[in-house]
């Protein structure tokens, strides 16, 4: 698997290439000091993942992605500072595959911060690998019959890798205010969920709010809290802190199963883009009571990991593209 590193730093360039070089399917090929050297590079060169800063002179990150998004569709890890992740936000609606966030002791690193992230390398390029070249759909929706929502009273949505653009897109779609309260998990840090609950807030006809423990539920979008797990209890959302669950926090099937023990045959869940299989055990516990639940596609889905393992679980009503989940969403709220 051939790397480029991006950053200004030497520094960063090194501690990184330091880390990749350390596994024996990874290399860092080539190495660039900004946006610009950045770009030139990836005209010139085939590369299997591009690991970038983006506050950066001369080019930052943000608009080296735009210039690269026109042409290349390379997978790419923004290399983000807490600090700076509104930027992070930009660089993910823009088309950046995932972050990470950079190690606040770079003389010292903890190893669980390298361990998630090579963890992450390694699984976006396999998944987006396993997804290229071949994006027809494999997977066919049982059934697509029209069907009465005006009983729902929640829905439950749940997204990881790819997860902030494709939600940029649904939620800005809607082109009325909810009905019913629409909860979210999209598996993301402390800190940045507080600014992606802002942007989601500026597209949205309805108001979108990061959730707080204790908030009654209300007909509003509620984002889950990085680091922290989001269940439905009482009328009210809960965050508690508990073990990590599919190896993140916030889960998303805490939420799916907390909330279809709640709302019973009157949820539904969607599951969208996504690595790993979280939220399949919660999409099987909305089909127990009698919900209803949906799963993007693999041809619109950044990676397909967590659609397909509810897809062959057998616990998804209807396969949808990311335009139809848009207007089934529609329908659900209307």
Known sequence: MNILVVDDSAFMRKVITDIVERQADLHVADTARDGKQAVELIDQNNYDLVLMDIEMPVM?????LKIIRRTNDVPVII?????????????????????????????NLENEWVEEFVT???????????????????????????????????????????GPKTLLKIIGSLNTPTRVPILIVQHMPKGFTTSFAERLNQESKSEVIEAKDGMKIESKIYVAPGNFHMVVRNGKISLNQGPKQNGTRPAVDNLFISAADVYKNRLAGIILTGMGKDGTIGMSRIKDFGGYTVSQDEASSVIFGMPRSAIEAGVVDEILSLDEVCQRLQQMIG
């Open 60 to 64: 930052n990150g943000l608009e080296a």
């Open 79 to 107: 290399l983000s500072a807490l600090s700076k992740k509104e930027n992070t936000i930009e660089a993910l609606a823009t088309g950046a595959t995932d972050f990470v966030e950079k190690p606040k002791k770079l003389m």
């Open 120 to 162: 992450k390398v390694r699984g976006i390029d396999g998944e987006v690998r396993s997804n290229s070249g071949n994006k027809a759909n494999l997977f066919v929706s049982a059934k697509k019959a029209e069907k009465d929502f005006s009983t729902l009273k929640a829905i439950v949505i749940g997204a990881s890798t790819g």
